[in-house]
Nanobody
């Protein structure tokens, strides 16, 4: 069992930055590929970014490429999402997720075993 707790969300003006954190407890953090997803009001949850167990490989949705950076610190059981140049369309609840048994990148929701409770990000225009 893995528990994931996100933090770092908030209200920011367009063009600003936020850094989300997701702390994991339970099984060995380095055993999990990690990802970030988001869900805006009235929309389906969508993929944002993913990182491999080692942190050597990352992948981004086209909508955030060049603005967001995913990283992880396995010693701290934490995955991060640095979000720069934020836009109003980035407004959503952001979720981190953990996928067991994958050595590479995981971008599909159904492959993730554990989810956090989410953190709200609101970008004003």
């Amino acid at each position: 069992q893995v528990q994931l707790v996100e933090s770092g969300g908030g209200l920011v003006q367009a063009g600003g930055s936020l850094r989300l954190s997701c702390v994991a407890s339970g099984r060995t953090f380095s055993s999990y590929a990690m990802g970030w997803f988001r869900q805006a009001p009235g929309k389906e949850r969508e993929f944002v970014a993913a990182i491999s167990r080692s942190g050597d490989n990352t992948y981004y949705a086209d909508s955030v490429k060049g603005r967001f950076t995913i990283s992880r610190d396995n010693a701290k059981n934490t995955v991060y999402l640095q979000m720069n140049s934020l836009k109003p369309e980035d407004t959503a609840v952001y979720y981190c997720a953990a996928a067991l048994g994958w050595s590479g990148i995981v971008i599909t929701m159904r492959e993730y075993n554990y989810w956090g409770q989410g953190t709200q990000v609101t970008v004003s225009s």
